[in-house]
């Protein structure tokens, strides 16, 4: 059974970090592409950053380009978004998911390419 749990959100001050992990069970980690997806109260979904299995394509989308920084550590099961300078806007549930689908021409982006989530973690940015 797909399994994904993710941990390390909370309740920082604009500016500081947050270091999120995901935890993934029930299936070989390493077969498979990785997303990180936020939704704020009221907006839809949107995909934040995606990691190819072997690690080596990275996406991120513009405004959080040179603040977060996706990896994976597949001995481990797990992959990580760190986020350093962060700002209010920030502030949203936030999820990691798995691509069971073959092919690589897909949006990493969008929250439809993607199979089996996790529960989500909250992040709040605020002073």
């Known amino acids: 059974q797909v399994q994904l749990v993710e941990s390390g959100g909370g309740l920082v001050q604009p500016g500081g970090s947050l270091r999120l992990s995901c935890a993934a069970s029930?299936?070989?980690?390493?077969?498979?592409?990785i997303g990180w997806f936020r939704q704020a109260p009221g907006k839809e979904r949107e995909g934040v950053s995606c990691i190819s299995r072997d690690g080596d394509s990275i996406y991120y989308i513009d405004s959080v380009k040179g603040r977060f920084t996706i990896s994976r550590d597949n001995a481990k099961a797990t992959v990580y978004l760190q986020m350093n300078s962060l700002k209010p806007e920030d502030t949203a549930v936030y999820y990691c998911a798995v691509r069971d689908q073959p092919g690589d021409a897909y949006d990493r982006f969008n929250p439809y390419e993607f199979d089996h989530w996790g529960q989500g973690t909250q992040v709040t940015v605020s002073s």
């Open positions: 029930g299936f070989p980690l390493n077969y498979y592409d």
